[in-house]
């Protein structure tokens, strides 16, 4: 059995399992090669050159490329609401710079409010493109990118798993026949886990009680993304507490009832788009649009009341699975 391999990137924990160390080293690679180019914070980035030369044709590399086009097709198959353009929304929200000194820089924020706030009216405070207009041109045969001015991009909320994605799929023409990669707690896997020929995978208490609110056992091509309005929250100065996954109708961050979303597909870049849509939509809109749109795709979610809603067909990715009806918070009030 191969020794699990970790390592850090994209602001996040890797860790990848069940292949040799050479296929291990080679994700490293892949996944660093693309943080030096997706980066909207680095000043070398590619993604920072096209924010910084509006109306300017800026060519850029093919894995670059690739990752914008595929950005544009998730905006136009979500109607705009998985969105790659606010990073303005981004930055008036201070998200600004790296996480980490986002974090040392705010107040902190009491997770249990994320419970107890109740949903109040969003305000936009920048203008988000409409469903219908794209801010980014693309030139294949320059393989260059034109982005209108007023607008910045922030591809933080495909990159990850797009990069995992990528990777996995090279090993897999490779002929590596089995094998994991996490990304922070999203997750890509191929074949069959050496030992118990299941892989195991568990899904956070997104409140941070150290334990699972479900666990799947899946064999085969499956892909795993959690988007969580907890994990990746801060207090900006003089505004309530803020999260990163913006809602493109307002600007803001998204203000549902839903704290946390893992969704199940094929694909981890697909997961992580439509795990996000579903935590902008809520429970009572998401769900239903989800099971319409993409049927093949499942899902488990976490409400603000604790209460853990579960798609009904879960059974084409997991061999067995066990999901808990509630989360037990330590604090009862909300």
Known sequence: ??????????????????????????VQERVRAAESMFSRFAPDSEINRINHMTEEWTAVSPLTYDLLFDAV?????????????????????????????????SVQVDVNGWRRRETGENRPIVESPTRSIIPLEL??????????????????????????????????????RSGLIDAGGDVVLWGKEAKQEVWGIG????????????????????????????????QAPGQVAVHHIIDSRTGVSAQS?????????????VAEQYAKCLIVLGSAIGFPWITKRQPNLAYIGVGR????????????YAKEWEVKKHVEWNNPKH
């Not at 905006?75 to 303005?88: I, M, S, V, Y």
């Not at 393989?143 to 799929?169: C, E, M, N, P, Y």
């Not at 704290?259 to 981890?268: E, F, K, N």
């Not at 009341?305 to 084409?316: E, F, H, K, Q």
Request: proline share 3%; net charge negative.
């Open 1 to 26: 059995m191969e020794t699990p391999f970790a390592f850090q990137a994209m602001n996040t924990d890797f860790l990848v399992d069940g292949v040799s160390e050479t296929a291990a080293i080679s």
């Open 73 to 105: 097709a998730a905006f136009r198959a979500t109607e705009g609401l998985f969105n790659p353009f606010l990073g303005l929304a981004m930055n008036k929200l201070g998200y600004d710079r790296s996480f980490e000194l986002v974090q040392k820089d």
């Open 139 to 176: 030139d294949p045969q320059k393989q260059a990118a034109k982005l209108r001015s007023g607008f910045a991009l922030d591809v933080g909320g495909i990159a990850k798993g797009w990069t995992a994605q990528r990777a996995a799929d090279g090993l897999m023409a490779q002929g590596v």
């Open 203 to 234: 899904v956070a208490d997104p409140m941070g009680s150290g334990e699972d609110i479900a666990d799947l056992w899946c064999e085969g091509l499956t892909a795993m993304a959690t988007s969580s309005i907890v994990k990746r929250s801060w």
């Open 257 to 269: 009832d839903l704290l946390q979303v893992t969704v199940l597909a094929r694909d981890l870049s």
């Open 305 to 316: 009341d604790g209460l853990i809603r579960v798609s009904d067909n879960l059974d084409l």
